[in-house]
């Protein structure tokens, strides 16, 4: 997934997921040219600087502050792949997510919003 870019703001884009499955929200970054780098996720848009309500955030490759273990990330962090997956989705999961990548300098951080729409599932699916 990426962001629509409009000048200076960024659109989020949409991702539906159904309740009790995992889903992912990707974020991805290129490491071969910057290295391994600070992030966050937060459950909100990308603000000026940081991230709002941090659910995840990282100093390099190991995660630093996670506010539950239902929020993984199951790629590569050494790769740039910084995609937020999470475990049994539930309905107040919903709602926009951000991240954003510390790139040195100023005005060069790395941002993505997506909005989460979470659904119910059909009854074949929770058998």
């Known amino acids: 997934m990426k962001c629509i870019r409009v000048m200076w703001l960024c659109i989020p884009t949409q991702v539906t997921g159904l309740v009790g ?23 909100d848009r990308v603000p ?9 955030s990282s100093t390099g490759e190991a995660v630093s502050n996670r506010r539950s273990s239902r ?7 050494t790769n740039g792949d910084l995609s ?4 049994n989705a539930r309905r107040e999961d919903a709602g926009v997510y951000g991240c954003r990548v510390e790139i040195p300098g ?10 989460l729409i ?8 929770k058998l």
């Open 106 to 115: 100023w005005f060069n951080d790395h941002k993505v919003n997506i909005e």
């Open 48 to 56: 000026t600087s940081k991230c709002s309500n941090t659910i995840l």
């Open 84 to 87: 937020l997956t999470i475990l």
């Open 21 to 43: 499955h995992n889903v992912t929200l990707t974020c991805r970054y290129d490491a071969k040219t910057h290295g391994v780098l600070s992030f966050c996720w937060g459950k």
């Open 118 to 125: 979470i659904e119910e599932g059909n009854a074949r699916e």
């Open 71 to 77: 929020y993984q990330l199951l790629g590569r962090v």
